[in-house]
Each structure stands twice: as C-alpha cells, then as structure tokens.
C-alpha cells in the first residue's frame, strides 16, 4: 500500500527486494511494441513487425504481420478471407469497396477445380498459369509490394508455405461518369471531361491519340498516401530533357502524402512560393490536354483530380480557350481579341479610370462622360478597395450557396447593397459600373488561376495609384511586366513570343490561324520533332 507521501513504507519496500519483476504476458508485450512504433511508410512497418520485406512462408505469418500493419480485424473493409485449396491453405485479401465481385467469383470458382496432384510442385505457378482466368496477373515476394497494390484496390492470394504472393487486378474504383468540365465549357465540341480516376483519364486521351509514342510513365507520391502520379508525353515530340526534369522532381519529393492531389503536387515540384501567376495550366478537356501533347508538351495526372497539369505554359496559353478553334479562323480570332480586351480591362480599367479621376488634366474632352457625375461619403480608393471584398464575397458565398438559392443571393447582391449603396451616397454609380467590367473581365479568363491572379494585381496597382499617383501607376505597371518576364516554367520564359520576341509566333497568337497553316509547332517548347504537316501522300499523288 502507498502512504500519504505516496511512498512505500519501509517494511513494504524490504520485502519486495528479493522478489523477481513478474514477466508480461504476450498481449501485453505486442501492445508495448505498438505503442513503440514510429513507421513513416508502409515499408517500413512490414520491417518493423516482419523482421525484413519477405513473403513469410507461414500464412500465419501473415495475417498476424498483415493484422498490425494494416489493421485487419479492425477496419471493416480489410478482408481476408481464408480458403483450401486441393488441402493447401489460401488468404485472398483485399478491399471491399474496391473488389469487382463477379471477376473474383470467377477466379475463386476455377480454384476449387484444383486436385492434390496439381499442387505437388509450384502452387504459385499452377494457379497463376492453369487456374486463374484474369489478365493482369502478376507475383511478387516483396510484402510491401503486395500489401501497396492491395490499398490500390488490387487483390493478393497468401498460399501457405509459398514465399510469393499472387497479385490480380480486380480493383474497380467508385467513379462518375464523364461530364462536361463546368469551367471549359464549349458552344461546339465534345462534352466529355476528366474524372477523379487516374485509369479513365488515361482512356479518354488515349482514345484521341492513337500515336504508338504516347507514353505514360506511372510514379507514387506520399509515404502514407501513395497517389499514383502519371507524366504523360509523345516520346519522339517531347524534349527529352524536360521529361527527365519534372520526373526527377516527382520521384524526390518526400512527404507523408498528397491528399488534395494535383495542386499539391504543384507546389513540390515548381516551387513558385508567393508569385500569384500559375506556372502551370490546369485543364479538365481531353481534348485540349491531347493537343497540348501534340505541341510537345509535358502532361501530369494525378490520381483523384479530375484536372491535369500541362507544363510548360505561357501566359498568353492561358488565355487561350477551345471554342476559338471550334469556330471558323475570323470568328475565332474575333473570339481571342474579345478575350484580350476582357483581361486587360479586369487589370488596368479601373486603376486607370482612378488616376483619371485623381488627375482630370489627363483626361481627354472626349471622354468626359466616363465620370465622375457625382461626389460620395466614401474615398474613391476606399469605395474600390470595399467592392473588391464584396465581390470576393460574393463569389465565395456563391459557390458555397445551394443552386435554388442561387438566384435570390443575386438579388440581394444587385438590389440590396448595390442599388441602395448608390442611393444613399456611399458608393457613386460609375464605381460599381466599371467594377462590374472588370469582374466580368476576370470571369471570361479562360484559366481560373490566371483570374485570380490578375484580381490581386488589379488591387495592389489600385492601391499603388490611389497613394502615389501618377509614379504609382506607372512604377506598378512596369513591375508586372518585370515579373512577367523573369517569370520561368520549366525552363522557358512565360511571356514568349512577346518576350523574347518572335513574330512569327506573336501572330499566331493574336490571330488564329488555319489548321493546315500551322505547319510547325512552338519553338519554345523545344521539341524533337518541330515538323505538323507531313511529307504529302505518294499514293494519291500517283492516283
């Protein structure tokens, strides 16, 4: 018994010292060894309770080794079900919410078929050539190598007293259909876009490239995650070099995982820290992603995104969208001017028509009705600079507010604070109407990313204009063409063919060309193969 003091008393102490220290059962010393645990990877944790990486003969074995690194009998879609075979004992394990049952039904009812004289040799062999009707088959005696496909949705059969473990693909994955992308929409086109699944992906660019160069290169990224990462790419378009470039970059990132998929993915491997314009170019398109690789460029997938990353990119490539190529070459150009004048509105338009306001010297006569007609409670940079937040609002609310409601947070944007803000005189009217112009010129950029971006450039040369004026517009604008410039994606520079200049390549930007105009692909990309329009056909020229 303890004392007050919590101390033993002395008689208590002399005769606990000759007694032995009461050894732990084998409950409590596997308890003590979980406890001790400090795996980072899966690897690692196989080591931890196996002793090395190796199929252990016993099947036992495994499911004790498999019962503590992957918490079989714990979590309820771990599933490991014990067979016999022709008197040999068998564990299929697998995961239940991604096993295809009718394709494991079939195999598991062809391995009833098998007779004791079937298993007097191999018995990794006999099942994996006579009695499992499946495709993708493979063995494997690494443990971890197992147990990874297994959490990818595969299948792995433990024969007891084989150190291999026979791997099936039986994985079907939750998935939705292909839908159109809700961002890179199109009047004329095709209407399906990426998914969250990796293999589907693949499909839909496969189906519009039937090029035997089409290569996809699959790595895993996270310890604990381990997404499945594809760079995608023609192998004798690309330059080989910058294939080599963000292969290297994906295979040295360590980290536990990348949950949020591909925009984590992009932090690791360019590394952009706090520039706000995107060095690479999401899209959701097949379509779009299939003639990005045609240029020679690099494509990643990711695992659970229903994005894919084009490197490298160009500022004026995100500015570009696929319905300028689905209409005739006039209304396409007509389209991309459109577009132009839409992005530089949404950065330059109000700044400008602040240091007009400021500075009505400036101004031309002409353009006297731009405004202001009327005077506000308000500073005009605090009236921009509490817009701007509104609209920021406004866009969050909208995206977090269910689509019957919808309508009616757009009323009370437009008649509730808009219209009674001007009455009352705390905002005057040509604020919210070139406010208006420029937000619609950041909606109709085609890269949500670049949107943004011009967004916090617009209110940092607001802010720059509003306190220095005319040297704040002016010194601001000429920053944003600095940084533009020194600005580098993957090797190549993010303002091309504006700078370094190449007009040749500038119009082809500005105005859109005929496809069989186009006759070589983008310098900048430094392909292998710069040539579109092939040698033409000998056989129709005989004819």
């Not at 959701?284 to 990711?302: I, T, W």
Request: hydrophobic share 45%; with cysteine.
């Amino acid at each position: 018994m303890f004392g007050a003091s919590g101390k033993r008393s002395g008689a208590e102490a002399d005769s606990g010292k000759g007694k032995k220290k009461k050894p732990k059962d084998k409950k409590a010393r596997i308890q003590e060894k979980r406890d001790k645990e400090l795996s980072n990877s899966l690897e690692e944790s196989i080591r931890y309770w196996n002793g090395d990486d190796r199929v252990p003969e016993s099947l036992d074995r495994s499911r004790g080794v498999l019962t503590e690194v992957i918490g079989l009998d714990n979590s309820f879609d771990v599933v490991f079900r014990e067979m016999s075979f022709a008197g040999t004992r068998a564990g299929l394990l697998f995961m239940s919410g991604f096993a295809k049952d009718f394709v494991m039904d079939e195999i598991l009812k062809r391995l009833t078929y098998l007779t004791p004289s079937d298993m007097t040799t191999d018995a990794v062999a006999a099942f994996m050539i006579d009695y499992i009707p499946h495709i993708q088959v493979e063995k494997t005696d690494r443990f971890s190598e197992a147990v990874n496909k297994t959490m990818m949705g595969m299948s792995a059969l433990f024969v007891d007293g084989e150190r291999q473990v026979i791997v099936m693909d039986t994985r079907s994955y939750p998935a939705r259909s292909p839908d159109e992308p809700s961002i890179e929409r199109v009047v004329r086109g095709s209407r399906d876009g990426f998914t969250e699944t990796l293999l589907s992906n693949v499909a839909l660019v496969r189906r519009r490239l039937r090029d035997p160069g089409l290569t996809f290169k699959l790595h895993q990224v996270g310890r604990r995650t381990n997404t499945d990462v594809a760079i995608a790419y023609i192998d004798d378009i690309v330059d080989k070099s910058q294939v080599k470039a963000v292969s290297e970059k994906i295979a040295a990132i360590n980290i536990d995982g990348i949950p949020l998929a591909d925009k984590q993915l992009e932090e690791a491997i360019v590394g952009k820290n706090w520039n706000p314009y995107p060095m690479v170019r999401y899209s959701e398109r097949p379509d779009v992603v299939a003639s990005h690789l045609m240029e020679g460029r690099v494509v990643v997938f990711v695992d659970t995104s229903p994005s894919v990353m084009v490197i490298p990119t160009t500022f004026f490539d995100l500015c570009q969208h696929a319905e300028e190529n689905r209409q005739t070459p006039m209304v396409g150009s007509y389209l991309r001017w459109v577009r132009f004048i839409g992005i530089l509105c949404s950065i330059f338009l109000l700044p400008l028509w602040m240091l007009f306001v400021m500075h009505p010297e400036f101004k031309p006569a002409s353009l006297e009705f731009l405004g202001p007609q009327e005077t506000a409670k308000i500073p005009l940079l605090a009236q921009f600079l509490m817009i701007e937040l509104g609209v920021d609002l406004l866009r969050m609310a909208a995206v977090h507010t269910p689509t019957p409601l919808g309508s009616a947070m757009g009323l009370i944007a437009a008649i509730l604070i808009g219209d009674i803000a001007v009455k009352t005189g705390l905002f005057v009217n040509e604020v919210i109407l070139y406010m208006a112009l420029a937000t619609i010129g950041m909606f109709a950029t085609p890269s949500y990313e670049l949107g943004l971006a011009n967004r916090i450039v617009r209110l940092l040369l607001l802010m720059a204009t509003g306190f220095f004026h005319v040297p704040g517009f002016v010194i601001g604008s000429t920053l944003l063409i600095v940084l533009l410039t020194l600005n580098r994606s993957y090797n190549s520079s993010y303002l091309w063919p504006f700078i370094p200049f190449n007009a040749k390549a500038l119009g082809a930007i500005l105005v859109r060309r005929e496809v069989m105009a186009s006759k070589t692909r983008p310098s900048s990309n430094k392909t292998r193969d710069n040539t579109r329009i092939g040698p033409p056909n000998i056989q129709n020229n005989e004819s």
